[in-house]
T-cell receptor, first 116, second 115 residues
Framework: AQSVTQLDSHVSVSEGTPVLLRCNYSSSYSPSLFWYVQHPNKGLQLLLKYTSAATLVKGINGFEAEFKKSETSFHLTKPSAHMSDAAEYFCVVGQPNTGTASKLTFGTGTRLQVTL | NAGVTQTPKFRVLKTGQSMTLLCAQDMNHEYMYWYRQDPGMGLRLIHYSVGEGTTAKGEVPDGYNVSRLKKQNFLLGLESAAPSQTSVYFC??????????????FGPGTRLTVL
């Protein structure tokens, strides 16, 4: 079984300040972890994914996430927010190498607001 | 390379009407998925397919049927629409799951309202 908890449903930051979106997961397997972003009225776009090669994962648009097994966390960060970062962010856990479909379990999302 | 496309983008139905949502992908992916997205609930898997001619139930399959007659297409049907099926529907695709950490690629979504 697997689950994912996004600790904040809404985060507001000022442009130019750091972003931290928190995610905790639970998985019976060695997990695959993803962050997706969804801009208003758009589909989901992959930001980054953890594939066990490195615990610090770099993604697109300056985002990165650190896999911490001891804390079962996969928090998303960015050093400096931009207005275009305003969107909904989903933390996702998947089941790798199970011989079946790569089923994903989605968190409930964190809405990031960026203010001037 | 269009990726994953969905038809239609918007639809309004009356209770009891039927409709089919079409998903197409041009990435030669084996796996395809249908999700629904409701406020505060993230995405929930309705049905999925691991290859042409095969389908399986996901987390919330009741009231929906699917077909995968061609590898590139995955259809989602509502035989008798209900207001509880008002949602945004997303299709996704991925490579075979056995190779590990395969991300899913999503379409732009279909916004369905059932009155």
């Amino acid at each position: 079984a697997q689950s994912v908890t996004q600790l904040d449903s809404h985060v507001s930051v000022s442009e130019g300040t750091p972003v931290l979106l928190r995610c905790n997961y639970s998985s019976s397997y060695s997990p695959s972890l993803f962050w997706y972003v969804q801009h208003p009225n758009k589909g989901l776009q992959l930001l980054l994914k953890y594939t066990s090669a490195a615990t610090l994962v770099k993604g697109i648009n300056g985002f990165e996430a650190e896999f911490k097994k001891s804390e079962t966390s996969f928090h998303l960060t960015k050093p400096s927010a931009h207005m275009s970062d305003a969107a909904e962010y989903f933390c996702v856990v998947g089941q790798p190498n199970t011989g079946t479909a790569s089923k994903l379990t989605f968190g409930t999302g964190t809405r990031l607001q960026v203010t001037l | 390379n269009a990726g994953v496309t969905q038809t239609p983008k918007f639809r309004v139905l009356k209770t009891g009407q039927s409709m089919t949502l079409l998903c197409a992908q041009d990435m030669n992916h084996e796996y395809m998925y249908w999700y629904r997205q409701d406020p505060g609930m993230g995405l929930r898997l309705i049905h999925y397919s691991v290859g042409e001619g095969t389908t399986a139930k996901g987390e919330v399959p009741d009231g929906y049927n699917v077909s995968r007659l061609k590898k590139q297409n995955f259809l989602l049907g509502l035989e008798s629409a209900a207001p509880s099926q008002t949602s945004v529907y997303f299709c996704a695709s991925s490579r075979t799951g056995t190779s590990g950490y395969n991300e899913q690629f999503f379409g732009p979504g279909t916004r369905l309202t059932v009155l």
